[in-house]
C-alpha cells in the first residue's frame, strides 16, 4: 500500500513555542491531506483539509490561527501548532488519500506541551 | 455536517466468539464507510471498507454489511483472537478522497 510518513513521532515542547509537524506521502501525489486530533481513548476528530496550493479548510470550531497549515507541494503537508499550551498536547495524525483508493495514515505526533 | 455515532464503546467477547460493532451516520450523501482498527499509539489501519452501491462485503473473518434507508453499518468479526483485541474505529465520507468522520470507537477485548 501507499506509504505516508509523518514526523517527528512525538515531540515535547515548552508553552508558547510553536511545533511543526510534517505529512509525506512518499510513494504518491497528494493533492489533498487531512489533520486529525485525538486524546486519550478517544476518537479522530478532524480539524482542517489541507488543499495543495490553496488555504486549508477548517472544520468548526478550530483556531485557524492557532494551528497553521500548509500543503506546498504534492507530497508534503505541514501542521504548525503555534503559541503551544499544554491544552494542546495531543495525538496528531494525517492522512492522505490517492486517487481511488482508502485513506493511508501517517504513523502520528505526540505533541507534549509542558 | 456528518455526524457518526458508534455502539458499543466497549465489547469484552471470549475468543472464538463473535462480535458485532454498529454505526449510524446522518449524512444522506455519504457513500463510503471503512473501519480502521488502531493498536494503542499506533495509526490507525484499514481493515474491511464497503461503499453504497453494496449491501454486504466479506474478506476472510470480517464482515461489513451496510443498509442505506436506516444509515446505518456493522462490523462483523467471527471467530474472534486476542489478536484481535484493539479499538475499532468506523467512518463515513461522501467519497473516498473525501475527508472521514470517525465514530467514537469501541473497545474490544477477546479473551484467552
Known amino acids: 500500500g501507499a506509504v505516508v510518513s509523518q514526523h517527528p513521532s512525538w515531540v515535547i515542547c515548552k508553552s508558547g513555542t510553536s511545533v511543526k509537524i510534517e505529512c509525506r506521502s512518499l510513494?504518491?501525489?497528494?493533492?489533498?491531506m487531512f489533520w486529525y486530533r485525538q486524546f486519550p481513548k478517544q476518537s479522530l476528530m478532524l480539524m482542517a483539509t489541507?488543499?495543495?496550493?490553496?488555504?486549508?479548510?477548517?472544520e468548526q470550531g478550530v483556531e485557524k490561527d492557532k494551528f497553521l497549515i500548509n500543503h506546498a507541494s504534492l507530497t508534503l503537508s505541514t501542521l504548525t501548532v503555534t503559541s503551544a499550551h499544554p491544552e494542546d498536547s495531543s495525538f496528531y495524525i494525517c492522512?492522505?488519500?490517492?486517487?481511488?483508493?482508502?485513506?493511508?495514515f501517517g504513523q502520528g505526533t505526540r505533541l507534549t506541551v509542558v | 455536517g456528518e455526524n457518526v455515532e458508534q455502539h458499543p464503546s466497549t465489547l469484552s467477547v471470549q475468543e472464538g466468539d463473535s462480535a458485532v460493532i454498529k454505526c449510524t451516520y446522518s449524512?444522506?450523501?455519504?457513500?463510503?464507510f471503512p473501519w480502521y482498527k488502531q493498536e494503542l499509539g499506533k495509526r490507525p489501519q484499514l481493515i474491511i471498507d464497503?461503499?453504497?452501491?453494496?449491501g454486504e462485503k466479506k474478506d476472510q473473518r470480517i464482515a461489513v454489511t451496510l443498509n442505506k434507508t436506516a444509515k446505518h453499518f456493522s462490523l462483523h468479526i467471527t471467530e474472534t483472537q486476542p489478536e484481535d483485541s484493539a479499538v475499532y474505529f468506523c467512518?463515513?465520507?461522501?467519497?473516498?478522497?473525501?475527508?472521514?468522520?470517525f465514530g467514537t470507537g469501541t473497545r474490544l477485548q477477546v479473551f484467552p
Open positions: 489541507s488543499n495543495e496550493g490553496s488555504k486549508a479548510t477548517y
Open positions: 510513494d504518491f501525489q497528494a493533492t489533498t
Open positions: 449524512d444522506s450523501a455519504s457513500n463510503y
Open positions: 492522512s492522505a488519500t490517492r486517487s481511488g483508493t482508502e485513506a493511508f
Open positions: 464497503i461503499r453504497s452501491n453494496v
Open positions: 467512518a463515513a465520507s461522501r467519497g473516498n478522497t473525501d475527508k472521514l468522520i
